[in-house]
């Protein structure tokens, strides 16, 4: 009976599974194919934090390659503290220009790689 309760609480903390075509990237503003779905913790599990909403992949890692967690952590975790800084502004205006299943392999900043 307990494992009843638990889904149904479950279900109800939950949001329901988004078809594709709805999704839109927070970061980017543009359509989420499913291959290209990534959940991103704004504030990071290792910081305490629970709550994700989907990314594309190319954000996702940009916003890993630029930002620690302890940046993501405090001062980064929303989506509009994100866009707002000078790096992601670049990164999101060459991005918009490609194709919405669009990947390639971010590298990290010369700023984490020095930590």
Not at 2 to 7: D, Y
Not at 58 to 80: P, V
Request: with cysteine; net charge positive.
């Amino acid at each position: 009976m307990l494992g009843k309760i638990r889904q149904k609480l479950l279900a109800n903390t939950f949001p329901k599974e988004v078809s594709a075509a709805e999704l839109i990237c927070p970061i980017c503003d543009r359509l989420i194919p499913a291959s290209q779905k990534d959940a991103h913790h704004f504030v990071p599990k290792s910081k305490g934090g629970k709550a994700t909403e989907y990314l594309h992949r190319i954000c996702h890692r940009q916003i890993h390659a630029l930002f620690t967690e302890t940046q993501l952590a405090r001062e980064l975790n929303t989506a509009e503290a994100i866009r707002e800084k000078a790096e992601m502004q670049k990164f999101i205006a060459w991005v918009q220009s490609k194709p919405n299943d669009f990947y390639q392999r971010s590298s990290k900043s010369h700023q984490l790689r020095n930590q």
